[in-house]
C-alpha cells in the first residue's frame, strides 16, 4: 500500500523529480548571478587594462553593476506578467551583454563610462535571474 493512497506512486516520482530540477536550475542561475559580487577582486586588474588613472573612474563601473541590482523590480514586474520563461531569457541577455561587452571593451579599451553602463546592463540580468531562481 503507497504512503499517500491519494498520490499514485508515478506521480509522486514525477513531482519529485520536477523539485530536484528547480532546486538544480535555481542554484545554477544563484551561480551564475553571484559573479556580480566579485568586482572588487578583478577592479585593479580592470582598471590596469583599460589604463583608468582615477580611483573614481573604477568606482563609477563598480556602482553601475551595484545600481544595476538596486533596481531589480524591473524583473519582478516581469515575471509577474510574463512568466519565468521570459524573465530568465531576458535576464541572461542581459547578463551575456554586460559580460561580453565589458571583456570586449576591455579587448578594444572602451570609456569608463560605457563600461559602467555594461555593468548596469549585467546587474539587471544577475537580478532578473535571481528572481526567477526564488520564484
Known amino acids: 500500500r503507497p504512503p499517500f493512497p491519494f498520490i499514485s506512486p508515478p506521480l509522486l516520482c514525477h513531482c519529485m523529480t520536477n523539485k530536484w530540477v528547480s532546486l538544480s536550475a535555481g542554484s545554477f542561475l544563484m551561480l551564475l548571478s553571484g559573479t556580480l559580487y566579485l568586482f572588487p577582486a578583478y577592479s585593479a586588474d580592470l582598471k590596469g587594462s583599460l589604463g583608468l588613472t582615477s580611483a573614481s573612474s573604477i568606482q563609477a ?55 559602467a553602463m555594461l555593468a548596469f546592463c549585467e546587474g539587471q540580468g544577475s537580478i532578473w535571474l535571481y528572481t526567477v531562481a526564488l520564484k
Do not use: E, K
Request: overall charge positive; aromatic content about 10%.
Open 61 to 115: 563601473i563598480g556602482t553601475g553593476g551595484n545600481v544595476g541590482t538596486w533596481v531589480g523590480v524591473l524583473g519582478g514586474i516581469v515575471l509577474d506578467r510574463f512568466g519565468v520563461t521570459v524573465t530568465s531569457v531576458v535576464g541572461a541577455l542581459l547578463v551575456v551583454l554586460g559580460y561580453g561587452g565589458q571583456a570586449l571593451g576591455v579587448r578594444y579599451t572602451l570609456p569608463y563610462w560605457a563600461m
